[in-house]
């Protein structure tokens, strides 16, 4: 067995020190979310992003924290360029607009670093059994390519299966090549956007290659050697080459960190104590390898976040899905975040019928913000109960923005009060357990950050399964037999098409590219330079 698990690359002591703390009984006071209430919009922790149309906060405050990000940071903008200063009870307030949120974030991309959560390969992406439980009406109508599909991201890290499908059907770039583009536009905006006269910070000349650069990942042992060769690859695509020569950015220098893997465990209906689960995929003495959930990256990328602060002056870093087509960088939110000087910040959005998997916004038993996740932390039952009472639920979009001034002092704290959570799987592999820790139950652990309620259409463009891929793609949306519902939470089509809306204008506005009506292709330098400058 042991051979086997190493073989696997199974960490053998991180799975049997989790197994060993399971049958100890040192995980039993790791409990669901005490859900006491479900939160709204109120200006001050949470903030409507997607409405929001100027911000006001004390100039004290904003001066001190824009300071604090970067030596030679010009305060004599703030009032002039940027905001507008008012005096109110003796306190002096700056107020910005949305454009000069826009503008100042721009200006802060130096000091930001962009990540991307690997974690496995495609399991639950292009599993017939999950997919299936989504919508079988959903399954009939994509039966016939569903199977292709499903071929093509099995076995392969999800970041490097296709992002979306083109109109004619045909498979569009992969999630991390896109991804890549669109950080190349925001290094390409920042060069264009910021000069002489308007740059909040004197030396901006040295800090246009750091824009959004380097990025960060998490891979493990079974994707790292497969992205390697795929940001290899890169380095031709047709969406990158021109953006490459003209920012000069080697996009291969990512930095990584491969989380380690552990085993499956038994189901729970086996009983204690539990034990390494040895029948995947129906064959005697195989076991499962998977990854411990993504909220081991402060663990595993902990030594890269301690890098990024102190050898490159990085204040900021995001954290995101790489599933997501909607997380890219908002310099609108980076610029109310880091003047407002909270630890973190949250996208969150209302949610829809095809958001099964993930964390919702609660007041947990302590009264505080919590993010609770559907199955692990909070049951699905739990869910339904509060949308029946009228309750609007505010659903996770898997990106988190977080000062470094706070995480990399407190990485340990951090490590070892986030919850590990086991939770039942059947699967076409089986019916096994799996340990896993959440990012985003980190909000349970901090005292001071925002949430912001974003359009989940232009924010929240999440690949969970395969179907939400093909909808969100806009493929066969417009067949009579897509399911609808009389219910706006339950309709499949009025969401496919919002999702399809969204999805455009990303590729549009974020990924800068154009479509005639078969295939998505890339903007050229002039285009998005035209764009850029408005």
Not at 198 to 203: E, G, H, I, R
């Amino acid at each position: 067995m042991l051979l086997r698990m190493s073989t696997e690359h199974i960490d053998l002591d991180l799975a049997k020190r989790i197994l060993h703390n399971y049958n100890e009984g040192l995980y039993d006071n790791v409990k669901p979310v005490e859900v006491t209430g479900i939160p709204g919009i109120d200006g001050k922790s949470i903030i409507d992003r997607a409405n929001l149309e100027n911000w006001s906060y004390p100039l004290e405050t904003v001066t001190e924290n824009l300071n604090r990000i970067h030596p030679g940071f010009n305060a004599e903008l703030l009032g002039t360029v940027f905001g507008k200063k008012e005096t109110a009870d003796g306190n002096s307030v700056i107020t910005f607009s949305r454009k000069e949120l826009h503008d100042i974030g721009v200006q802060l991309y130096p000091f930001v670093s962009f990540g991307i959560l690997n974690g496995g390969s495609a399991t639950s992406y292009a599993d017939l059994k999950k997919n299936s439980s989504l919508s079988r009406e959903l399954m009939s109508i994509y039966e016939d390519i569903f199977e292709d599909a499903s071929e093509n991201a099995t076995g392969k890290a999800k970041g490097i299966t296709p992002a979306y499908m083109n109109p004619d059907g045909s498979y569009g770039p992969d999630f991390i090549e896109i991804k890549i583009r669109a950080l190349l536009i925001e290094n390409l905006r920042y060069s264009l956007i910021v000069n002489e006269n308007n740059s909040l910070y004197s030396d901006f000349e040295s800090l246009k290659k750091q824009a959004c650069f380097p990025m960060f990942q998490m891979t493990s042992f079974s994707t790292d050697s497969q992205i390697k060769e795929a940001l290899e690859k890169y380095t031709k695509s047709p969406v990158l080459t021109d953006l490459i020569e003209r920012t000069g950015i080697d996009i291969t220098e990512i930095l990584t960190g491969i989380q380690p893997l552990i085993a499956a465990y038994t189901h729970s209906d086996v009983g204690r104590p539990k034990q390494i689960f040895t029948f995947a995929n129906g064959r005697d003495g195989e076991m499962l390898p998977l990854p411990g959930g993504h909220g081991q990256n402060f663990l595993v990328l902990s030594e890269i976040y301690r890098y990024l602060h102190s050898e490159l002056g990085k204040k900021f870093i995001y954290i995101t899905n790489v599933d997501n087509l909607g997380n890219m960088p908002d310099p609108v939110s980076l610029a109310v975040t880091a003047m407002s000087g909270r630890q973190a910040a949250f996208d969150f959005c209302f949610r829809t019928p095809v958001d099964v998997k993930g964390g919702i916004l609660v007041l947990d038993g302590r009264g505080r913000l919590n993010c609770a996740d559907i199955g692990p932390a909070v049951s699905k039952e739990e869910v339904h109960r509060q949308e029946e009472s009228g309750k609007k639920i505010l659903y996770n979009c898997a990106t988190g923005l977080f000062s470094l001034d706070y995480l990399v002092p407190n990485l340990e704290q951090v490590i070892n009060k986030l919850p590990m959570r086991f939770t039942d799987q059947v699967k076409d592999a089986g019916s096994y357990s799996q340990a896993e820790q959440v990012t985003w139950e980190i909000i349970g652990i901090l005292d001071d950050f925002l949430i912001f309620g974003v359009d989940k259409y232009r924010r929240f463009l999440a690949a969970k399964l395969l179907l939400e891929s093909f909808i969100t793609s806009g493929l066969r949306i417009d067949r009579p037999e897509f399911p609808t519902d009389p219910d706006p939470a339950e309709d499949f089509k009025a969401t496919a098409e919002n999702l399809y809306r969204g999805l455009r204008e990303n590729l549009e506005q974020v990924y800068g590219m154009n479509s005639d009506g078969t295939k998505w292709r890339p903007d050229s330098i002039e285009k998005l330079e035209e764009i850029i400058r408005g």
